[in-house]
Structure formats: C-alpha cells, structure tokens
C-alpha cells in the first residue's frame, strides 16, 4: 500500500511566523502535490514537483513556497503565515505513470491565530 | 464557469438506497477520471479509475463516464452508514498530470 504522511495533524501557528509542513511517501514516486481545503472551493493546488529539487507553481502558490531535497520528501513552507492561510493542508503523490492516479495524506489542519 | 462542475449536497439517504452523485466537465482534454472518498477529518482516499467512456464495477460501486455529454457517476448500490462521506470527483488530460477536482459532495446514509 502507498503511504504518504505529513508531519503533523493539527498545527497551531501565530500570525507572521514561519510554518513547515513536511510531507513523506514511500513508494519511490516521482510527483509530490500540495494543496489546500476549504469548505465551498475544494481542493486547490498550491505547487507540485515532477522531480527531485524541481517544482512547478500551482493554482495558488501565492504566500507559499516549497522544497524538494530528496525524492521522498516535499515541504510546504508559509514564510509569514497569515489567518487567511488557515486551511487543511493534503499531501499527494503519484508515479506518473498509466493507470496511476494520486495517493493523499491524512493531512494537517493549520490554524493561524 | 469552473472546468468542473459537482452538485456539493449535502444529500441525505436512507440505508440501503441507492446513490447517485454526478459530476459535469467542460474540457473534452479529459480522459482520466477518478472518484475519491474523503471521511471527516481524512484525506482523500481512491475509490474508482476509469480511463475514457465506459462504465467500471467495483461491489456495490459503479462509476460511469459519458464523455460526448461530459458527464461522469458515480452509483453506490445498498448504501451503508460507513459510505457517509464526501465524494470528490476529479480528471485529467495527461497521465500524472495536474488533476481537477469537482467541489465534493457531502453524502449522508441513514440507519
């Protein structure tokens, strides 16, 4: 089974502190995705990464940036965090290949104060 | 107009009715088309991959893609209280491509 975790499920942060959100798999996949869910807009891509220290914006990258050092491993990061970045935050990834599709993270639910 | 269009219920059944939850699209890129469950306070988990026209069995779960109307179903046959959940729709165009998701709908199934 593909397991991908996140480093925490619940996170309580200050407004304009500095938020790490990590995210691990263990099935050698070679794309990571971040996203954000809210109630009435879905799930709403923030980066993704095709490869190791590669990264592409998403829909909302805005306020976020990421890290890729390793093939397992893709951290979210919110350099100031702010209230309206409070969200659940899911970690997925996928092999890329035919008849493959996303596998997601039990996720973090972040609230900035 | 969203890419993507799914009705966000919440919809409420009895047990053992059967469901329907539908999702409307408007790029004719798509051909992968995914159904996910997501129980409160989870992330999504994979439920059905179909890829084109077609429809897909799995037990008591039927997905159903119609691409010349754009419209793909999701049917759950002999609802249970553990299907109450929220069911995402979501496709792409490319494999391992970026996916887009349909809003979700909230699913409740009564004792």
């Known amino acids: 089974d593909v397991k991908v975790t996140q480093s925490s499920r619940y996170l309580v942060k200050r407004t304009g502190e500095k938020v790490f959100l990590e995210c691990v798999q263990d099935?050698?996949?070679?794309?990571m995705f971040w996203y954000r869910q809210d109630p009435g807009l879905g799930l709403r891509l923030i980066y993704f990464s095709y490869d190791v220290k590669m990264k592409e914006k998403g829909d909302i990258p805005e306020g976020y940036s990421v890290s890729r050092e390793k093939k397992e491993r893709f951290s979210l990061i919110l350099e100031s965090a702010s209230t309206n970045q409070t969200s659940m935050y899911l970690c997925?990834?996928?092999?890329?290949?035919?008849?493959?599709?996303?596998?997601f993270g039990p996720g973090t639910r972040l609230t900035v104060l | 107009q969203k890419e993507v269009e799914q009705d966000p219920g919440p919809l409420s059944v009895p047990e053992g009715a059967i469901v329907s939850l539908n999702c409307t699209y408007s790029?004719?890129?798509?051909?992968?088309f995914m159904w996910y469950r997501q129980y409160s306070r989870k992330g999504p988990e994979l439920l059905m991959y179909?890829?084109?026209?077609g429809n897909k069995e799995d037990g008591r779960f039927t997905a159903q893609v119609d691409k010349s109307s754009k419209y793909i179903s999701l049917f759950i046959r002999d609802s249970q209280p553990s299907d109450s959940a929220t069911y995402l729709c979501?496709?792409?165009?490319?494999?391992?491509?970026?996916?887009?998701f349909g809003q979700g709908t909230e699913l409740s199934v009564k004792p």
């Open positions: 997925a990834s996928s092999s890329g290949t035919a008849g493959d599709t996303q596998y």
């Open positions: 099935m050698d996949h070679e794309n």
């Open positions: 790029n004719s890129a798509f051909q992968y």
């Open positions: 179909t890829y084109s026209s």
């Open positions: 979501a496709m792409n165009g490319v494999v391992g491509g970026k996916l887009i």
